[in-house]
């Protein structure tokens, strides 16, 4: 369930006290969805919040509680508020923009120095946090214990979810889990046969990631259908063009890693 565009002046005014409170008196905000980017006369927070009784809390609550144990480069969590009716998260500002995952970007190469350093997180016990394993068994099954390992995972690695100034932000952390290194690279690929590489080339940039260069075809292969899957019940689900195509690109993948396994 999608939220409704809000502004600042449609906060209740308890809430928008609680977060004027923490930054000092607010002049301004640049808002997207329930998110601003919130103008002291000294400084720019990022805020984003929901009404606590909203159905997608759970994932606010993850976001918020995985925050601490995040790699440098994603934005500090500053403070957590509930007022007014709404959880609100207050985090340091990052005036960057959208990374560009086109071949032959320059971006790429900051992109997977975030990775790299998120690959080597291992993932705190939250009870919060979901097991890989337990997150796909409805597609895998049994099976899905090819999918367990420690590492910290985002799993939506999409362009507006990475920032990037002289460095890549991995942020918008709604679904951390832990599993397998190797995930966060397969998730990766999808994105960018998105922004236009081929099967193979992404294959061939995600190779760099030892997690990925060193992964069981065999799972792989049973992630690839189970994200295909996944793929195509958010396109059947709601048939924007943008889900359309990237059910598309799972099955383009799976088939690609199908065969690629077949001749190894």
């Known amino acids: 369930m999608s939220m409704p565009r809000i502004h600042w002046d449609d906060l209740p005014a308890p809430a928008r006290d609680a977060i004027a409170e ?14 601003a980017r919130v103008h002291t006369g000294s400084a720019v927070f990022f805020v984003k919040g929901m009404p606590a009784d909203h159905s997608q809390m759970p994932a606010q609550r993850r976001e918020a509680e995985i925050n601490p144990y995040l790699p440098d480069a994603s934005p500090s969590l500053l403070w957590n508020v509930q007022e007014g009716g709404w959880d609100l998260l207050g985090f340091e500002c990052i005036l960057a923009r959208h990374a560009d995952y086109s071949p032959g970007s320059p971006d790429l ?3 997977a120095a975030a990775l790299a350093e998120l690959q080597a997180i291992i993932c705190p016990p939250l009870p919060s946090v979901k097991e890989a394993a337990a997150r796909w068994a409805g597609y895998l099954g049994e099976e899905a214990s090819i999918l367990a390992g420690t590492t910290l995972l985002h799993t ?3 362009p507006h979810n990475v920032l990037v100034t002289d460095r890549a932000h991995l942020i918008d952390w709604a679904w951390p889990t ?15 046969m998105e922004a236009g590489h081929t099967a193979h080339a992404a294959d061939q940039w995600a190779r760099r990631f030892p997690s990925w260069a060193s ?8 992630f690839s259908r189970a994200n295909a899957q996944v793929w195509a019940e958010i396109a059947n689900g709601e048939a924007l063009p943008w889900k359309r195509r990237m059910a598309e690109l799972a099955n383009e993948w799976d088939a690609f890693a199908a065969r690629r396994s077949s001749s190894s």
């Open 178 to 192: 832990r599993g397998a290194a190797w995930i966060d690279p397969a998730v990766l690929i999808l994105r960018l």
């Open 22 to 35: 923490r930054t000092g008196p607010v002049v301004g905000g640049v808002n997207s969805g329930f998110a």
């Open 156 to 158: 939506d690695l999409a």
């Open 109 to 111: 190469d900051l992109v």
């Open 215 to 222: 992964a069981p075809p065999t799972a792989v292969n049973a």
